[in-house]
């Protein structure tokens, strides 16, 4: 079955800074990476995502970005605010129709 | 947010007890799942369904029964309540696209 890495577990950064969040994932059959934002206490709501023939997709300050030969994508979220303090997950959606997340990033953003 | 209602939120119940957990969705979709969150193991796909009567096994599913008789209901049920089964349980729905996910509020169970 599909496996997700994501990394790091812990992010800390100053507020304005960027932010950025990487995962792998192991089925090249794979083809949509979703990403998602929990805040404590809530739901995971999803903030952006992107489908294998794309390599890149901007939301304001959010991006992702996709390498499907390495099996790798990526976060970036730009000058950071404090309402941005949450645990991000990323996921990756195979033929099966079953998503597989990843462990799940806690960031943290400092005034 | 996505109909999606889960019932009951928070529940505390004994070791070796039955316990269901109801996911009701309003938006007629096809697939629906049931995800447990616990620290350092992220969400973990419990079981999963693609129709009425149609279900499958996810990557945690022992100790798990499930059971979708109608589109909108799907119920997951311990048979009997471990403590290691104390998690957060989400319930989740796909979108019209097959793809996107969009999760229940979830339902907190303490097994003591």
């Known amino acids: 079955g599909e496996n997700v890495e994501q990394h790091p577990s812990t992010l800390s950064v100053q507020e304005g800074d960027s932010a950025v969040i990487k995962c792998t994932y192991s089925?090249?059959?794979?083809?949509?990476f979703p990403w998602y934002k929990q805040e404590l206490g809530k739901r995971p709501q999803l903030i952006i995502d992107?489908?294998?023939?794309?390599g890149e997709k901007k939301d304001q300050r959010i991006a992702v970005t996709l390498n499907k030969t390495a099996k790798h994508f990526s976060l970036h979220i730009t000058e950071t605010q404090p309402e941005d303090s949450a645990v991000y997950f990323c996921?990756?959606?195979?033929?099966?129709?079953?998503?597989?997340f990843g462990g799940g990033t806690r960031l943290m953003v400092k005034p | 947010d996505a109909g999606i209602t889960q019932s009951p939120r928070h529940k505390v119940t004994e070791t070796g007890t039955p316990v269901t957990l109801r996911c009701h969705q309003t938006?007629?979709?096809?697939?629906m799942y049931w995800y447990r969150q616990d620290p350092g193991h992220g969400l973990r796909l419990i079981h999963y369904?693609?129709?009425?009567?149609?279900?499958d096994k996810g990557e945690v599913s022992d100790g798990y029964s499930v059971s979708r008789s109608k589109t909108e209901d799907f119920l997951l049920t311990l048979e009997s309540a471990t403590s290691s089964q104390t998690s957060v349980y989400f319930c989740?729905?796909?979108?019209?696209?097959?793809?996107?996910?969009?999760f229940g509020e979830g339902s907190w169970l303490t097994v003591v």
């Open positions: 989740a729905i796909s979108g019209a696209d097959g793809n996107t996910i969009y």
């Open positions: 089925d090249s059959a794979s083809n949509y």
């Open positions: 992107i489908r294998s023939n794309v």
């Open positions: 996921a990756a959606h195979n033929a099966g129709n079953m998503l597989t």
């Open positions: 938006e007629n979709h096809r697939y």
């Open positions: 369904s693609y129709g009425v009567k149609d279900t």
